[in-house]
Structure formats: C-alpha cells, structure tokens
C-alpha cells in the first residue's frame, strides 16, 4: 500500500460519497453496480480530507489534481476500508468478545438467542443482524444483515462505550465473498446449515459453502477459537467438520453431534429437549415453535458454553429467550383459524415451514394453506424449487409477490408457478400481496392454518416504482379482525 502523500487529520472513515464529512477519508471501492472512484470529486467536494482508492488510475489523478487531500493507494478496497477504520477508531473490536454465524437459515434465530443467553447473566451486548443493530439496550434500524466493516466498528465502537463486552452477529454469504468482515477477531463461530440461495451471486453450491467456510479461515484475522457446526447438515457435517479446521469444534445435532438434543418435543409455542453435552445433561424449554428451532437452540447453547456460561445459564437463558419478530409469528386473533407469518424464503425453509405446520393441524384435521413470492433481483432458480416445495405440502397455495424489486412480478410468479404445477396442491395467483393475504385468510375453514410466508418482520415492500410501507403482520391482523 502506497502511504498517504498528503499530510492529513482524519475525523472518521466513509465508503459512500453520500454520506462523506468535512475531515472524513473517503474509501473508494470498485464494485458490481458501479465503483466508488466515480465519485471522488464528490467525496471531496463534501470535505473528505484523505482518498483510499483501489484504483492506480485514480490515486495517480488524485495526486495530481488535488494536491492538498490525502491519497494512499490499496489492492482491495474493503480491506483498506477495514483497517484504516480499525486505526481511526482505536480497534473497538479489540474490545468486544465476538461470536458469529452464518448458514442459510437460522442466522437470525440463532443471534437472537445467544444475545439473550448473554445479556441473562448480565454481559451487555452488541448485536447486528437482519432484523436490527442492538447497542446494549439501545435498538437501531440494520441496514444489510452484515455491514460495512467502517460501519461495524462504529456500532462495536457504541458499545464499548456504553459498557458491552460481547457482540453477536450474523455473517452474510455475501459480506464475507466481499470481506466486509475483514479483521474482525472472531472467537464463536457457528455454521446453521447450507441449502440452495443466493446462487446468483455466488454460482455454485461449491462457492456458495466457500464463502460460509471463510468464516471459519478467519478473514484476516485468526481463525475463530471455537467452531460450533451442525453435524446433521450434511454440508456442516461431512465438508466443514471434515475440513483442516484450526478451532476448537464443538458438534451439534440430533440424529448426531456431541452435543446432542434428544426426546425432543414440539407443541405450538413450546419446544423441549433434553441437551446431552460432555458437561452433563439438563431439559432445555423455549417458547419458539419448531424442530429448526431446537437446532437454532442447540447452535446457541454451545456458543454461550463456548463464551463461558455453565449449562445451567444456558437453559435459563434458553427459556428467557422470546419471540423472535417475523419467525412463526402466530398472529393474534380470537378467530378459530391459526394465521403464521414465517420468513421462509427458500424452498428448505418453506419445506420445514409447511411440514411443522402439518403436524400441528393433524390431530384436528386441518388444512394448510400457504402463501409466498420469490424475491425479484436474487436467485432466479429458487423459484420453481420454492414453488414445488410450496406445493407439495400444502392443501392450497396462495401466489404472489414478495418484493419483486427491479423485476416484472407476473413473470416471477411464473417462474414459481412452474414448481407449483408440478405438485397436486390449487393454487390461486394474485399479484397484490395484501389482496392476496385475503384471500388465503378467507379461504380458510375452523382448524386450518395460514402460511405467510417470505417476508417475515419486513416492514416494507420493494417494487419496481419505489418502495412502499408492507407489514404482512398487521395486514393479516386487519383480516382476521374483519371476520372476527
Ligand atoms: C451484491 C451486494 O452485496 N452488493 C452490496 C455491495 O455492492 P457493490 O460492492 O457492488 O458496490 P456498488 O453498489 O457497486 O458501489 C461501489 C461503491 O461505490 C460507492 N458509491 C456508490 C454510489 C455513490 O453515489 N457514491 C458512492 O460512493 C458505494 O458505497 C460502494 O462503496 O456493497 C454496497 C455498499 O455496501 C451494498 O449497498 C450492496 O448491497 C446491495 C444493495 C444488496 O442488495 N445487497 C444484498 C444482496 C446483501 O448484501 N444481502 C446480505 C444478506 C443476504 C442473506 O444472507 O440472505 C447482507 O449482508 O445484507
Ligand atoms: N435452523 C434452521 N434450519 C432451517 N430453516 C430454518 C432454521 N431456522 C430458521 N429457519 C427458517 O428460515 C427462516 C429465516 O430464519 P432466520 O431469519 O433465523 O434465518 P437467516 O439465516 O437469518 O435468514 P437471512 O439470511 O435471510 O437473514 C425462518 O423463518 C424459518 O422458516
Ligand atoms: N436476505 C435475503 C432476504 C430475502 C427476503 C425476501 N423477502 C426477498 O426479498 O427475497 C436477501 O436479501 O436475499
Ligand atoms: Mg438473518
């Protein structure tokens, strides 16, 4: 890296010209949309005091066009952006005792639950994920699931200030391919599962693990002093564990793992299981609803072990653990008729969705019903599987849209309406989600189940003209109150 060859104070770090200060370095990073050296007059018009650039071209006009601003040239942006935020900062990362996951389902879950683990033996905690960024008590809106590094150090930054000493966070696919995570010192790692998503980004199954596996490399940090991995997932259990890992393993499941659930029971609103640990054994209860959910417990249970809480914390905690918004979320009525807004947005997830939901209308002869979308700008080949998958299980299939984003929602939904044909479920097709909501919700009968599933706690919905607000919880609750 060439060093900066202007003399400069910096105040902060900023990746995006929008949102540069006046003392700011600005790190100028070539993506897949477009590349932040197109924006460097605009960085510095908005005060940016020193330039990193990944790009030979860019620093050598920055030297000689603006003389009095900083510029330092590196090979990959992301990693500039991580280290010179680090030193700006004083390594707030330093600070902090960092557990993280990553899987293609369960991230989420999983974070939320070891948060809750923690914070019931009294350690603050930093959280970042999907849903929201929690600073200790303090709740704030997330942005991506896994931030920019600069962003990440500012939130760990917050709450070593107010006194936290552990963060939870959950590791995108996507953000450990591009490094947001670079240098962050890992010491939990956990691994969910690995099913098909995102393979337009990623391409291949094969790449796809290999970015997850990455976590568990260390992205320029050590690698992680524990590793907690799924043995039942085969992908978890016969690659990762079998892989030259450098951490101690911790291996859980329940047909196999060391750390092991067995006599599981699964109500609605109540999961229990006897955890078998080399430490001993005790009965785990949770509120959540679910077999993912024993595994998502099971994940948690040997981070919070791993983190230092004796088995008998990590069953209080288990059962301190609430709801988690947008998962199995029972929407409230007095209706006769069970209505569950999931985020199930693969055809693994809308898979085990709609198998415990027919366990749970079995014994009074209900139906299932399920709605979903595919989500436009992603994946394209999840959706006849997640159609197939909706169909299979399912007495009846709602299809519609999820946030179709730059794309034409009639042609998505008839991509997935390919794997919906291929089952023996009706299905009926509405493009407007909230008419589409109606209709399942109405097209139920006493003992039956809705499914609404894909987009769980979101509060908006992004379509091709802009986005708007859409909350699937408090629509459904407008139906049933309708009919009530
Ligand atoms: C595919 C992907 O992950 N894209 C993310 C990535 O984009 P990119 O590297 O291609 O960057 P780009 O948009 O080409 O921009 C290049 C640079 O120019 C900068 N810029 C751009 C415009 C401008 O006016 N000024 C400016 O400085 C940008 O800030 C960036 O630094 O970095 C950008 C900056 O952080 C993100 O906004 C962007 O997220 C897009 C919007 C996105 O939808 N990402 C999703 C897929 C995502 O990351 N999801 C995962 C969760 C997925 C899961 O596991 O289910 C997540 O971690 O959230
Ligand atoms: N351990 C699991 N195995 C399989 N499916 C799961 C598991 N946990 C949750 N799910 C399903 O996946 C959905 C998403 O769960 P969660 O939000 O915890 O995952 P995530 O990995 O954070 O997802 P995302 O990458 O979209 O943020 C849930 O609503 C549920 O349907
Ligand atoms: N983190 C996932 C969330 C998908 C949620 C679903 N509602 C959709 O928009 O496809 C993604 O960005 O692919
Ligand atoms: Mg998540």
New binding site residues.
């Given amino acids: 890296m060439d060093r900066f060859c202007a003399p400069v104070e910096v105040s902060g770090v900023e990746y995006d010209s929008r949102r540069v200060r006046r003392g700011d370095v600005f790190v100028a990073m070539r993506g897949e949309a477009t590349d932040g050296n197109r924006y460097l007059e605009a960085a510095i018009a908005k005060g940016a005091a020193a330039v990193v650039t990944d790009s030979r071209e860019a620093y050598e006009r920055l030297r000689r066009e603006h003389v009095s601003v900083g510029a330092a040239l590196v090979e990959r942006g992301r990693r500039g952006l991580a280290e010179f935020s680090a030193t700006v900062m004083g390594h707030p990362e330093r600070g902090l005792a960092l557990s993280a996951v990553t899987?293609?389902?369960?991230?989420?879950?999983?974070a939320f639950l070891l948060e809750a683990m923690l914070r019931s033996v009294g350690r603050m905690c930093v959280l970042i994920?999907?849903i929201e960024t929690h600073v200790g008590d303090e709740v704030r809106v997330s942005p991506h699931?896994t931030p920019e590094a600069s962003d990440t150090l500012r939130i760990f930054a917050d709450g070593v200030k107010v006194g936290a000493t552990e963060a939870v966070m959950?590791m995108?696919s996507h953000a450990l391919e591009q490094e947001r995570v670079w240098g962050l010192p890992v010491d939990v790692a956990m691994f969910?599962?690995l099913t098909q998503d995102h393979l337009d980004f990623h391409g291949t199954m094969e790449r796809y693990f290999a970015a997850k596996v990455r976590l568990f490399e260390g992205v320029g940090a050590a690698p992680p002093r524990v590793a907690v991995i799924n043995e039942d997932d085969w992908w978890g259990g016969e690659r990762l564990a079998h892989s030259s890992l450098r951490s101690e393993v911790m291996l859980y499941g329940i047909e196999g793992g060391e750390y092991r659930a067995e006599n599981v029971v699964l109500r609605a609103g109540e999961t229990r299981f006897l955890i078998k640990t080399p430490y001993g054994d005790a009965a785990l209860r949770s509120s959540l609803t679910g077999r993912?959910?024993v595994?998502?417990l099971l994940a948690a249970s040997c981070a919070a072990l791993a983190r230092g809480l004796t088995l008998e914390q990590v069953v209080a905690g288990a059962a301190a653990g609430a709801q988690?918004p947008?998962?199995?979320e029972v929407v409230p009525s007095s209706n006769a008729v069970t209505v569950v807004v999931?985020?199930?947005?693969t055809d693994?997830?809308l898979r085990?969705?709609i198998s415990l939901a027919r366990e749970l209308v079995k014994e009074r002869s209900g139906r299932v019903i399920t709605l979903f979308g595919c989500g436009g700008d992603r994946d394209k080949t999840k959706r006849p599987r997640m159609g197939r998958a909706a169909g299979e299980g399912s007495d009846l299939v709602v299809l519609t849209s999820d946030n179709p984003r730059s794309e034409d929602p009639m042609m998505i939904m008839e991509e997935a309406l390919v794997g919906v044909r291929e089952t023996a479920a009706r299905c009926i097709v509405e493009q407007d989600r909230a008419a589409a909501i109606e209709i399942a919700i109405h097209a139920a009968k006493v003992g039956d189940i809705v499914l609404i599933a894909g987009k769980?706690h979101e509060k908006v919905q992004i379509l091709r003209d802009g986005t708007v607000p859409f909350d699937d919880v408090a629509v459904a609750a407008g139906v049933l109150r309708g009919i009530a």
């Fill in positions: 899987g293609t389902n369960g991230k989420t879950t999983t994920g999907t699931t959950e995108s969910t599962n993912v959910n595994y998502n988690v947008g998962r199995f999931d985020y199930a947005h693994d997830a085990n969705l769980g």
